[in-house]
C-alpha cells in the first residue's frame, strides 16, 4: 500500500541566514550571498569567491566541547535538523523512536577537515593525529549524529551523490514513509567544503566562476554572461512524515511530496548529455510517480548551476518532458543568490520548494539580464512573483550522471 508523504518541519542554514525565516526573506528579496572568500588566503588562487555561511554560531546549538568533534559540515547538518524537528513539533518517545529515521545526503564530507589533518600529519607526524578525525570526515556522521541527538532508531542511511545527494535522500526518505518502513524520516542534505582543496579542485575543472570583481553578480544562471559556479555551503533538512500522522497530531503541513525520480546519464563524469537526456527521463519519472497531469505543475525550482553546459541541457529537458506546457512553467534557480552547496542543494531546494507552494510565492532568478537564447523559459528574472503553484518540481544533477527530482504539490484532504 502507497501511503502519503508530508513536509512537516523545516531547517536551514545558508549564507543567506541561519534559520529558514531569514533566508525565505532574503531569498524572495533577491539577495545574493556570495562574497569574497574569507576562510584562507586566495592571493594565489584564480577563484576568490565563494558564499560562506556568515552567522552561524555553533554554541547557539552545541556544547563547546562537542563542537571541537565536529566538522564544520556535520555541525551545519545537525543545527538545521535540529531547527525541522523543533518547526515539526514532533517529540520523539521511546514509544515511536524505531519508527523515526535519519536520512542525509552530502557530496565530499569533511574535507576541510582532511586538508588540516593532512598537513598536520607531513609537519608534526602521524601521532598528531586526533582520535576524532575519521568520525569527523566521514559522509554518513551528519546522519548518524542526528540519530543520538534525537534518539531517531529507525532507519539511518547517508546518500552520497554529488550534487545530487540532498535530493536522493528525500526521495529515499519519501520511499521508506510510503511503502511504510517508518513513520517519520528527517532528511536533507549537507556540505561545507570552502577550503584552499576544495576551491583548487573544482577550478582546475574550470565549473566555477571567475567573476572576482563582482561577487554578488557571479551566479547568473541561464544568463547568455553566465561562466560557472559558485561554490557555497550549508544545510537544508525536512521532516518528512506519514500524512494521517502528521494529521493526527494536528501538524502544520507545508507541502506533500509525491513524486520522485531518479536516472543515471552513463555519459560523462561531469557533462550531462547535450539534449539533458538524464535529466529529462528523471522528471518524467517523478511526474508520473506523482499521478498528476503536466498542466497540474506551475513551478520548478531548477538546478540551474549557472555553468554554460547545465542550463542549458537542462532547459532542453524541461522543454522534452512538459512539451507546450513549458511555457507556461515558472523555472527559477535560486543558486543565483545561495551559490551551489553541492551535496546539501537538493536540500535547500526542497525546502525552498516547499514554501514556494505553502507561500504560493516563486523565488527569482536574479542576475538575469540578458538571456541566453538557448534559454528560453520563464526563469523568473530578478522578482519573486506572488502566483498559484499547486505543484513544482525541484531538480538536481550530479557528477558521475546521476539525476534526482522531488515532485511536490499543495495538500488537500
Same mark, same amino acid.
Given at each position: 500500500? +502507497?501511503?502519503?508523504?508530508?513536509?512537516?518541519?523545516?531547517?536551514?542554514?545558508?549564507?543567506?541566514?541561519?534559520? *529558514?525565516?531569514?533566508?525565505?526573506?532574503?531569498?524572495?528579496?533577491?539577495?545574493?550571498?556570495?562574497? &569574497?572568500?574569507?576562510?584562507?588566503?586566495?592571493?594565489?588562487?584564480?577563484?576568490?569567491?565563494?558564499?560562506?555561511?556568515?552567522?552561524?554560531?555553533?554554541?547557539?546549538?552545541? #556544547?563547546? +566541547?562537542?563542537?571541537?568533534?565536529?566538522? &564544520?559540515?556535520?555541525?551545519?547538518?545537525?543545527?538545521?535538523?535540529?531547527?525541522?524537528?523543533?518547526?515539526?513539533?514532533?517529540?520523539?518517545?521511546?514509544?515511536?523512536?524505531? $519508527?523515526?529515521?535519519?536520512?542525509?545526503?552530502?557530496?565530499?564530507?569533511?574535507? =576541510?577537515?582532511? !586538508?588540516?589533518?593532512?598537513?598536520?600529519?607531513?609537519?608534526?607526524?602521524?601521532?598528531?593525529?586526533?582520535?576524532?578525525?575519521?568520525?569527523? *570526515?566521514?559522509?554518513?556522521?551528519? %546522519?548518524?549524529?542526528?540519530?543520538?541527538?534525537?534518539?531517531?532508531?529507525?532507519?539511518?542511511?547517508?546518500?552520497?551523490?554529488?550534487?545530487?545527494?540532498?535530493?536522493?535522500?528525500?526521495? !529515499?526518505?519519501? $520511499?521508506?514513509?510510503?511503502?511504510?518502513?517508518?513513520?517519520?524520516?528527517?532528511?536533507?542534505?549537507?556540505?561545507?567544503?570552502?577550503?584552499?582543496?576544495?576551491?583548487?579542485?573544482?577550478?582546475? /575543472?574550470?565549473?566555477?566562476?571567475? $567573476?572576482?570583481?563582482? =561577487?554578488?553578480?557571479? %551566479?547568473?544562471?541561464?544568463?547568455?554572461?553566465?561562466?560557472?559556479?559558485? /561554490?557555497?555551503?550549508?544545510?537544508?533538512?525536512?521532516?518528512?512524515? !506519514?500524512?494521517?500522522?502528521?494529521?493526527? $497530531?494536528?501538524? +502544520?503541513?507545508?507541502?506533500?511530496?509525491?513524486?520522485?525520480?531518479?536516472?543515471?546519464?552513463?555519459?560523462?563524469?561531469?557533462?550531462?548529455?547535450?539534449?539533458?537526456?538524464?535529466?529529462?527521463?528523471?522528471?518524467?519519472?517523478?511526474?508520473?510517480? %506523482?499521478?498528476?497531469?503536466?498542466?497540474?505543475?506551475?513551478?520548478?525550482?531548477?538546478?540551474?548551476?549557472?555553468?554554460?553546459?547545465?542550463?542549458?541541457?537542462?532547459?532542453?529537458?524541461?522543454?522534452?518532458?512538459?512539451?507546450?506546457?513549458?511555457?507556461? &512553467?515558472?523555472?527559477?534557480?535560486?543558486?543565483?543568490?545561495?551559490?551551489?552547496?553541492?551535496?546539501?542543494?537538493?536540500?535547500?531546494?526542497?525546502?525552498?520548494?516547499? &514554501?514556494?507552494?505553502?507561500?504560493?510565492?516563486?523565488? =527569482?532568478?536574479?542576475?538575469?539580464?540578458?538571456?541566453?537564447?538557448?534559454?528560453?523559459? #520563464?526563469? *523568473?528574472?530578478? *522578482?519573486?512573483?506572488? /502566483?498559484?503553484?499547486?505543484?513544482?518540481?525541484?531538480?538536481?544533477?550530479?557528477?558521475?550522471?546521476?539525476?534526482?527530482?522531488?515532485?511536490?504539490?499543495?495538500?488537500?484532504?
Amino acid at each position: 500500500m +502507497k501511503r502519503r508523504v508530508v513536509v512537516t518541519g523545516l531547517g536551514l542554514v545558508t549564507p543567506l541566514g541561519t534559520g *529558514v525565516e531569514k533566508t525565505w526573506r532574503n531569498i524572495c528579496s533577491g539577495v545574493s550571498g556570495i562574497d &569574497l572568500i574569507t576562510r584562507f588566503d586566495t592571493s594565489e588562487y584564480g577563484v576568490k569567491i565563494a558564499a560562506e555561511v556568515k552567522d552561524f554560531n555553533a554554541e547557539d546549538f552545541f #556544547d563547546k +566541547k562537542v563542537i571541537k568533534h565536529l566538522d &564544520l559540515f556535520v555541525q551545519y547538518g545537525l543545527a538545521a535538523a535540529q531547527m525541522a524537528v523543533k518547526d515539526s513539533g514532533l517529540i520523539i518517545t521511546s514509544q515511536n523512536c524505531e $519508527r523515526v529515521g535519519v536520512i542525509t545526503g552530502c557530496g565530499m564530507g569533511g574535507l =576541510p577537515t582532511i !586538508e588540516k589533518y593532512h598537513q598536520v600529519s607531513i609537519e608534526k607526524g602521524p601521532r598528531k593525529i586526533t582520535p576524532f578525525f575519521i568520525p569527523m *570526515v566521514i559522509p554518513n556522521m551528519p %546522519s548518524g549524529q542526528i540519530s543520538m541527538a534525537l534518539n531517531a532508531k529507525g532507519p539511518n542511511l547517508c546518500l552520497t551523490t554529488a550534487c545530487a545527494a540532498g535530493t536522493h535522500a528525500i526521495g !529515499e526518505a519519501y $520511499r521508506h514513509i510510503r511503502y511504510g518502513m517508518c513513520d517519520v524520516v528527517v532528511s536533507g542534505g549537507t556540505e561545507a567544503v570552502i577550503c584552499g582543496l576544495g576551491v583548487a579542485g573544482f577550478s582546475a /575543472m574550470k565549473a566555477l566562476s571567475t $567573476r572576482n570583481e563582482s =561577487p554578488q553578480a557571479a %551566479s547568473r544562471p541561464f544568463d547568455k554572461e553566465r561562466d560557472g559556479f559558485v /561554490m557555497s555551503e550549508g544545510s537544508g533538512i525536512v521532516v518528512l512524515e !506519514e500524512y494521517n500522522h502528521a494529521v493526527a $497530531r494536528g501538524a +502544520k503541513i507545508y507541502a506533500e511530496v509525491c513524486g520522485y525520480g531518479l536516472t543515471s546519464d552513463a555519459f560523462h563524469i561531469a557533462a550531462p548529455p547535450e539534449n539533458g537526456e538524464g535529466g529529462m527521463r528523471a522528471m518524467r519519472m517523478a511526474v508520473e510517480d %506523482s499521478g498528476l497531469a503536466l498542466e497540474n505543475f506551475d513551478y520548478i525550482n531548477a538546478h540551474g548551476t549557472s555553468t554554460p553546459l547545465n542550463d542549458k541541457c537542462e532547459t532542453q529537458a524541461i522543454k522534452s518532458v512538459f512539451q507546450s506546457h513549458a511555457t507556461q &512553467l515558472a523555472v527559477s534557480s535560486t543558486k543565483s543568490m545561495t551559490g551551489h552547496m553541492l551535496g546539501a542543494a537538493g536540500g535547500i531546494e526542497a525546502v525552498f520548494t516547499a &514554501l514556494s507552494i505553502f507561500e504560493q510565492i516563486a523565488p =527569482p532568478t536574479i542576475n538575469l539580464e540578458q538571456p541566453d537564447p538557448d534559454c528560453d523559459l #520563464d526563469y *523568473v528574472p530578478n *522578482v519573486a512573483r506572488k /502566483m498559484t503553484i499547486r505543484a513544482a518540481l525541484s531538480n538536481s544533477f550530479g557528477f558521475g550522471g546521476t539525476n534526482a527530482v522531488l515532485a511536490m504539490k499543495k495538500v488537500t484532504d
